[in-house]
């Protein structure tokens, strides 16, 4: 059965719960850019709405006994870096979100925050700082400390899982949170220029729509009373400038992506792969190359 709803509606929430034994909590506004601007919505939605989800659970009877969260590596802010000044082997590092300032002086690359010296990036943990740079950033992980509390609390199994770059067949080329790769297809199949942000040299690990699936299917089949944090992601780090190259070669145009030097507050520079064995631990197998995008 299909209940079209709002989250943020106790009576809609209320009678979405009725006899349900596991919660895939996917509801929430997207986008990174827009939530600099839209604020109230992205709160109300993302945070509000997770909280009246717990406030139902902690004041009426139900049968939920299992919470799966769809949140984002967008929590990490910049994520980890390595640091050879400070040590030949290198030291872990997690700088602070570029400023205003530095994006001006187009100084893409964060120093350390230490000795100032240079940045190489390395994977992102589970267990490394988190340090959010965008509105969207703090209200996913204002969801993950509801549901982390509250499901601890309550006696709730649950398991909040940090997508990475989402892509995969269906992708909507209306939607502004898939992102560049919409964003680049549209202007490739109208012929548009392609103006790359920055020195194209951000990077980004994206994961195919089939693996985050099947991801979140093996967290709301196996219920894990002590919770679990995860990093869904494919392991793999690929610039900006690659993928737009790499669709004007699939789509058979021959338009040139350019660098513009333009920016965006609140994105992140160079994102590096994931570090996860979601795969293990959930029992996931690798998906064969030719459907890994």
């Known amino acids: 059965m299909f ?4 989250i943020t ?8 719960l009725d006899g349900i034994d596991t919660v895939v909590h996917l509801a929430a506004e997207t986008g990174t850019g827009q939530s600099m601007y ?17 406030d139902i659970l902690a004041n009426r009877p139900h049968s939920v006994a299992n919470v799966v969260l769809a949140s984002s590596r967008s929590v ?14 290198g030291v872990r590092r997690f700088p602070p979100t570029r400023g205003p300032e530095q994006l001006k002086a187009h100084r893409w690359t964060a120093p350390c925050p230490v000795c100032g010296g240079r940045l190489e990036p390395t994977a992102t943990r589970e267990d490394d700082a988190l340090a959010p740079a965008s509105i969207y950033a703090a209200t996913k992980l204002a969801q993950e400390d509801l549901v982390r509390v509250a499901c601890t609390a309550l006696g709730i199994g649950h398991s909040i899982l940090r ?14 949170y898939t992102g560049i790769l919409s964003i680049f297809s549209t202007r490739i199949r109208l012929g548009l220029p392609l103006p790359i942000f920055e020195d194209g040299e951000e990077s980004r690990d994206f994961v195919h729509v089939e693996d985050v699936v099947a991801a979140v299917l093996r967290c709301a089949e196996r219920p894990l009373q002590d919770g679990v944090t995860l990093n869904v992601g494919r392991g793999e780090a690929a610039s900006i400038m690659h993928v737009a190259q790499l ?28 570090s996860s064995n979601w795969r293990t631990l959930l029992g996931c197998g690798r998906r064969s190359r030719s459907k890994r995008g």
């Open 3 to 6: 209940i079209r709803g709002d």
């Open 38 to 54: 839209e604020i109230d919505r992205y709160y109300r939605v993302n945070v509000q709405g997770t909280a009246l989800l717990f």
């Open 247 to 274: 669709l004007c070669r699939i789509m058979g145009s021959n338009t040139e992506p350019h660098v513009t030097g333009e920016y965006r507050l609140g994105i992140f520079g160079i994102i590096s792969r994931i």
């Open 76 to 89: 990490y802010g910049e994520g980890a870096y390595l640091c050879r000044t400070c040590a030949p082997e």
């Open 9 to 16: 509606a106790r009576t809609e929430l209320e009678a979405a």
């Open 163 to 176: 997508f990475q770059n989402v892509f995969g067949e269906g992708q909507s080329l209306s939607n502004p």
